[in-house]
């Protein structure tokens, strides 16, 4: 059987999408890792919210709201509304579990902890097998261009709910980063390099702007899966980013963006793509189509292995 390989695999990972495949595939197989973006953090209330780095924690722990596909399922919202009484709005709604996470994290870093280092402790934590990586220590983040100026991702995401039309996006900082030693090593040493179906723009265009990251892409056999079924995201603002950068919304935009160092892009049964590629139905609506696909992928990984 397939699933039965133990083949080394590095996700590159968003927030969104990725998660889904990533507890898929931590059914068949627990040590893996994952390249995970950090464009989108943000400072609130003292503490770090590594909001891509949690989503793919928590997914793979069962954790996960997977209503919301952010924060953790049950939570109370208690310190939240306390801050809002006392004339603090947050902005994000932080659920008091969550923020225990934003808080230790940020006490290890306080304390002079690298965020690799954090991220470790905080994952062992919720008993995670796979070596969740941060793609750099450095701080980066992510700005829209709007007709209203620029604002910060989590401002045009989260409190605008993305509906400013979209211009440009920058990720201010990244020219200074580079990759992780631990990142570097996890690329490096696997058999296979996924992809996962994030945002193409927002979620895998910083890590791929991270000093080191390409080169090492260019080396390894690399598959996508992509985030977009019949010219529509399946969630998320990636028509809007991908317009605002020129892209095709399609599969086949997503396999020009990778073109330099993708071999092969998994797309939904029927999608046109002009690319190596695979078929197969990529939507993921239950834990069932979460393990169906990562099984798929490691079909797709052995072939191209051989």
């Known amino acids: 059987m397939v699933e039965d390989k133990n083949y080394d695999l590095c996700f590159i990972s968003g927030g969104t999408g990725t998660p889904k495949l990533l507890r898929g595939y931590s059914v068949l197989n627990p040590y893996f890792s994952v390249v995970v973006n950090v464009a989108e953090d943000i400072w609130i209330s003292g503490n770090k919210l590594c909001p891509d780095i949690d989503s793919v924690i928590y997914a793979i722990a069962g954790v996960i709201d997977d209503e919301k596909w952010w924060g953790v399922k049950g939570d109370t919202f208690v310190t939240h509304e306390r801050l809002k009484e006392l004339g603090f709005d947050e902005g994000l709604m932080i659920g008091d579990t969550d ?31 796979a070596e969740i990586l941060p793609a750099c220590e450095e701080e980066v983040k992510t700005y829209v261009k709007t007709p209203e100026g620029w604002m910060h991702f989590q401002e045009f995401w989260v409190l605008r709910k993305g509906e400013p039309e979209v211009e440009d996006v920058e990720f201010r900082g990244v020219e200074k980063a580079v990759i992780t030693e631990d990142a570097g090593r996890a690329m490096e040493n696997s058999d296979a390099v996924v992809i996962g179906p994030s945002n193409p723009v927002t979620s895998i265009l910083p890590i791929l702007e991270v000093k080191g990251v390409r080169k090492l892409l260019k080396d390894r056999v690399v598959i996508a899966v992509s985030p977009i079924v019949k010219g529509k995201p399946v969630s998320g603002p990636a028509a809007k980013l991908m317009k605002a950068k020129g892209l095709e919304v399609s599969a086949n935009g997503v396999a020009e963006f990778y073109s330099d160092f993708l071999d092969l892009i998994v797309v939904h049964s029927g999608d046109r793509c002009s690319y190596r590629h695979e078929e197969t139905n990529i939507l993921m609506k239950s834990r069932e189509d979460e393990v169906r696909l990562a099984k798929f992928l490691l079909g797709v990984v052995e072939k191209l292995l051989r």
């Open 99 to 129: 923020r225990a996470t934003h808080i230790a994290r940020s006490e290890l870093l306080r304390k002079g902890y690298t965020l690799t280092q954090a991220t470790r402790i905080v994952k062992n934590s919720f008993q995670v097998k």
